[in-house]
């Protein structure tokens, strides 16, 4: 994983820019609070026709209507900023929806704080706070970013923090810090979903070899805490243990980055990873990758990739961990004089889930691979017109589970958005 904060939270939010919903690009000025705070409230109208909306092998379409207000609050002093976005979303289906839900709604908020003693790339300290929290219906969960595929209601909450300092011109160093919770509404469904948390510490220590190149190292510790482990079993013929509902893992990274480019920006690391199951009920070992990188092509074009690597609880299955390999490329395209904006990403998303419980022979693999291309067009300084298309397909290597997880999903929108 990357533990560089302050570096992941600024491709992340990059990427969003290229890879999220074309409705959510700002243009307008905004309101205009003294000299620094700017605020620039929004809504949007949207419909969606879903082939999909129950998410399996059992199609059922509907055209859902969205009422999309939100805002954007920014504040910029000379050492230090901060940004906080909310939005809220109500929807409602034209035929009914599915399993008697005719409407639903979805809501989050995102906190973002940066402090640098110094201008970039001299001696100094850097600080990177983040906080978000969301929450996500199950039908609306094909737009993470990360092309993850929940099928759940679910609650999100994630805390970051980030303390880089550098040394001289060529030595730098941070330390960091995590917490990532995830919690599933299983009410009125006939499957269990797990939720988890976690907790991470990290470190990392770079040396600029050159103007381009920079050699870095890093570790870091992830604890965890599942809702699937307490009360399994494990062990042959009634010897063994219970599964405690604490995991653990340590990874340790090496590789290079950007030092100073002036249109490629970029991290490759790859190490080694341990994951200690439930207490000990099941180990795992494996290479531990981390990649992000953003292109400026040229006035109107930008690029972007992100690729990760991590051990965590299952979601999905009873006593069992899981690895995760997630890929996302995406591209975005300036036209008509800057009026309209183009964008397009691919996610692939692999779930390797490892039984401590029921043996290898229960083990397999899910794919997710997600499509999203959106186009906005900007009509004057308070209007723009917005659509978007997303296609995802969903299968595993397993027999027993092909009529839960092995299906696709199209979505097409259409709307409008007016900003202040």
């Given amino acids: 994983m990357n533990i560089n904060i302050k570096h992941s939270v600024a491709i992340a939010v990059a990427f969003a820019a290229v890879a999220a919903q074309a409705e959510m690009m700002d243009r307008p000025v905004g309101i205009k609070i003294g000299e620094r705070l700017t605020l620039k409230p929004y809504i949007a109208f949207s419909a969606t026709y879903d ?119 060529k030595i730098h160093a941070d330390v960091n810090a995590g917490y990532y919770w995830l919690d599933y509404d299983n009410s009125n469904q006939r499957d269990t979903l797990y939720g988890w948390s976690r907790w991470t510490v990290g470190g990392e220590v770079g040396f600029a070899a050159s103007k381009w190149l920079d050699l870095l190292v890093s570790a870091n510790y992830h604890g965890y805490r599942q809702d699937n482990a307490s009360n399994s079993y494990y062990g042959r013929m009634g010897y063994g243990n219970w599964l405690s509902d604490s995991s653990e893992s340590w990874s340790l990274m090496a590789g290079f980055g950007s030092f100073a480019t002036e249109r490629i920006t970029y991290r490759l690391l790859a190490g080694w990873s341990h994951f200690e199951y439930g207490g000990g009920g099941h180990s795992s070992d494996g290479m531990t990758y981390s990649v992000s990188g953003n292109w400026h092509i040229g006035e109107t074009w930008n690029m972007m990739v992100l690729a990760t690597s991590q051990y965590q609880p299952s979601e999905r299955s009873y006593g069992s961990s899981q690895r995760t390999d997630s890929l996302s490329w995406g591209i975005a395209k300036s036209l008509v004089r800057g009026k309209m904006n183009a964008t397009f990403d691919v996610c692939y998303r692999r779930e390797g889930h490892e039984y401590s419980t029921l043996g290898s022979s229960q083990e397999y693999n899910l794919d997710i691979l997600t499509f999203r291309l959106g186009l906005n067009y900007t009509l004057n300084r308070y209007l723009a017109l917005f659509c978007r298309g997303e296609y995802r397909r969903t299968f595993d290597d397993g027999d027993n589970r092909s009529s839960s997880y092995d299906y696709d999903r199209f979505r097409a929108s259409l709307g409008f958005r007016l900003t202040y």
């Fill in 51 to 169: 082939s999909n909306i129950a998410c399996s092998r059992n199609r059922e379409e509907d055209v859902i209507w969205t009422v999309n207000p939100g805002f954007t609050l920014d504040y910029l002093a000379e050492s230090w900023y901060l940004n906080l976005t909310g939005n809220y979303a109500y929807n409602g289906y034209m035929r009914g929806g599915h399993a008697n839900q005719n409407s639903y709604h979805n809501y989050g908020e995102t906190l973002l704080f940066g402090w640098d003693s110094a201008p970039k790339n001299e001696r100094g300290w850097s600080l990177m706070l983040s906080q978000s929290f969301t929450l996500m219906n199950a039908l609306d969960d094909i737009t993470l970013s990360d092309g993850s595929s929940y099928g759940r209601d679910s609650k999100e909450f994630r805390l970051a923090a980030g303390l880089e300092h550098r040394f001289t011109e």
